[in-house]
């Protein structure tokens, strides 16, 4: 298993040359702007003016940030609490608990994709988990911190009511029957990055582009700044809100709306001051779930978009290591 780069970057000031990613791909000076950039969404207004300013940010940026969303900030405060101690822990006790074996319902890697056969890795440390239905996950989930699995549970409770909430305000921005995602929804994964400073952000990458392999992601990105989002070919910062979810389209809701709804490509910049993590929440299709445009998007349309098992798209997705272009091209329907 490879270093985490939490570790080893620690004790360097030389950026390997696997770190460093192609002219093109590179992030050139970055701003660290706090720039409101993408649409900010109170949650707290009318149930009409939910549902038109969610459909119109996901149509046009396929992005926003919500507030006054229900989760207490007790509890955002305290799950950011507790990630940041698993990666803080000292290295002997996070040696043992490395593992790229998804079967057994944790990861806990650095980098990346496919570590051993990609030329240039990522500048993250990185635990997944699988959360739902809860119970049937918890156990697998790392014991320490010792209050990780408490905290992290009630947490992912929590965040999956507010995703499943959002969806129910798109399906109705869209016109689609009540409920018609529920089936879409039978997975969630939790995925906790940590983003070790680096004195020149300006060669390497968290993340590279990519949009989302979920049908939705709600993002929580504490106040260091390091998210941004493609929008008519320019990058813009997403601004840390204290307690604001990020939300945003995967691809499943992007080929469901048969393409009404943008899953933007993001990326990941990293900081030079401080370390940076995020707890990702991505609600997903089970592994065999087929996934389609729906029949009334696609009403008057053509179907752009050929069904396909949610596995097979997963499989592809990590093969094309997040290409979006390239696994598009594939499900796309000619005209
Ligand atoms: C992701 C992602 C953004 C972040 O995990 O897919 O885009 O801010 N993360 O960590
Ligand atoms: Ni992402």
Redesign the pocket.
């Known amino acids: 298993m490879a270093n985490l780069v939490s570790t080893w970057s620690k004790t360097t000031q030389i950026l390997p040359g696997n770190y460093i990613f192609p002219v093109n791909q590179r992030p050139g000076p970055v701003e660290v702007s706090l720039c409101q950039s993408i649409p900010l969404i109170d949650l707290s207004t009318s149930h009409s003016q939910q549902v038109q300013e969610i459909l119109q940010a996901c149509q046009e940026f396929g992005f926003f940030q919500a507030i006054n969303h229900g989760v207490s900030e007790y509890l955002i405060d305290k799950t950011m609490k507790v990630c940041k101690e698993f990666f803080n822990m000292p290295n002997e006790e996070k040696e043992k608990l490395y593992t790229n074996d998804l079967t057994k319902g944790y990861r806990f890697f650095t980098s990346s994709y496919d570590y051993i056969n990609e030329k240039i890795h990522f500048w993250r440390d990185n635990l997944q988990h699988q959360c739902h239905p809860i119970d049937e996950w918890v156990h697998s989930w790392p014991e320490k911190p010792t209050n990780y699995r408490d905290v992290v549970r009630k947490y992912s409770l929590e965040v999956r009511k507010l995703s499943l909430r959002m969806l129910e305000l798109i399906c109705e921005g869209l016109g689609l029957e009540h409920g018609c995602f529920e089936e879409l929804t039978g997975a969630q994964l939790l995925?906790i990055?940590h983003?070790p400073w680096w004195p020149d952000p300006g060669l390497t990458l968290?993340?590279p582009k990519?949009a989302?392999h979920s049908l939705i992601?709600v993002?929580l990105?504490g106040s260091v700044h390091?998210?941004q989002v493609c929008k008519d070919g320019k990058w813009l910062n997403v601004g840390p809100v204290p307690h604001a979810f990020?939300v945003n389209i995967g691809h499943q809701l992007h080929v469901i709306s048969n393409g009404k709804l943008r899953s933007a490509e993001?990326?990941?910049v990293t900081n030079s001051r401080e370390a940076?993590t995020?707890i990702?929440n991505?609600i997903n299709p089970c592994r065999d779930t087929i996934v389609k445009p729906a029949k009334s998007m696609s009403g008057t349309d053509a179907p752009l978009f050929r069904p396909y098992k949610y596995k097979d798209f997963f499989k592809l997705f990590h093969e094309k290591q997040g290409d979006t272009q390239a696994v598009m091209k594939i499900y796309k329907i000619k005209p």
């Open positions: 995925s990055n983003y968290g993340l990519h989302d992601t993002l990105q390091g998210l990020v993001h990326r990941v940076r995020s990702v991505f």
